[in-house]
């Protein structure tokens, strides 16, 4: 059965913008300036670095772009479901950071539910551990609280409880250190 009869274009959607979703959350976390630029790189990196990671999960990489595909159908595909996702947060009102936690909290509950119905236990496992992976990533991409890159932590308070409300919510129990 393939991945794309095996889910719902909706279900697609969630297993799809989840993990960017969580990238950009832990970017948001806590306000770090100019480090959120480097974070939001870090979210891109580890997020496409699931096909390098997980290349026989048919959930990670039928949620990626398929560069084999060709690169312009990969670039629409990547565009239709970003623009998806920012209609989304519009329907839903979604205008803080906040409200973005809440809504991901949400959809990683989702996202859990449908895993522990029609993946296979190691497609969930690595499933989970791909985006919280992605939140590791996103979180020690740059210090938080120092100034021009001196001082700070490399995870913040804010960061360490945005991983926590994620984990719980997938169903996992990775931390962050």
């Known amino acids: 059965m393939s991945f794309e009869s095996r889910f719902s274009e909706e279900e697609i959607f969630l297993l799809s913008s989840t993990p960017v979703q969580i990238g950009t959350v832990m970017a948001f976390a806590e306000g770090s300036g100019l480090g959120t630029v480097k974070e939001m790189l870090a979210n891109s ?11 026989n999960n048919e959930i ?6 398929n560069v084999a ?9 990547a565009k239709e479901v970003r623009q998806q996702a920012i209609e989304r ?9 906040e409200g973005l936690r809440s809504l991901l909290l949400e959809d990683s509950k989702q996202v859990a539910a449908i895993l522990a119905v029609k993946a296979t236990p190691d497609e969930s496992r690595e499933y989970k551990e791909w ?4 939140a590791e990533n996103v979180a020690k991409a740059a210090k938080e609280g120092g100034f021009l890159g001196f001082g700070g932590t490399r995870v913040s308070e804010g960061e360490i409880e945005a991983f926590a409300q994620i984990a719980d919510a997938l169903g996992t129990s990775s931390n962050l250190s």
């Open 45 to 55: 990196k580890a997020y496409i670095n699931g096909l390098k990671e997980y290349p």
């Open 60 to 65: 990670i990489t039928g949620v990626l772009p």
């Open 69 to 77: 595909d060709g690169v312009k159908e990969s670039m629409s595909n």
């Open 89 to 97: 947060l519009k329907q839903n009102n979604i205008t803080s950071s």
């Open 131 to 134: 985006s919280m992976s992605i």
